[in-house]
């Protein structure tokens, strides 16, 4: 891979774990700031409905996270872009679409597809 492409990629996966990790501060500041009383037991689970909502939405971008972290770890190691499975280097389609993967399409699509064979 280009250096300039490794730089892009740097950038973006930097800039992205920098917003979800403001996300995730700005929502538990919020959650303990509200401090609100509801004479109405339908809007009270409204808002728990809500909060349901958002902290599902945080633990999938906790997840993203770890896998952002690990990915800025792969530039140290010199093995970002390059499949863990084959070894081969990714396309650089795929890193655009998905850049924290570590397959090539071809081994992850062999991947899925077992998966699927084995009813996971």
């Known amino acids: 891979m280009k250096q300039e492409d490794l730089e892009y990629f740097k950038k973006l996966l930097t800039d992205q774990l920098e917003e979800l990790l403001h996300h995730a501060d700005d929502t538990v500041s919020g959650m303990t700031e509200q401090k609100e009383a509801f004479p109405d037991p339908t809007d009270r689970a409204t808002l728990e409905a809500d909060r349901n909502f958002l902290l599902r939405i945080r633990d999938r971008e906790h997840k993203l996270i770890k896998k952002i972290k690990k990915t800025l770890e792969r530039f140290e190691d010199g093995s970002f872009g390059v499949c863990d499975k084959c ?10 679409a998905r850049p924290v993967t570590t397959q090539c399409i071809d081994c992850k699509t062999m991947e899925e597809a077992k998966e699927r064979a084995l009813g996971l």
């Open 87 to 96: 070894g081969e280097d990714i396309n650089l389609e795929r890193m655009k």
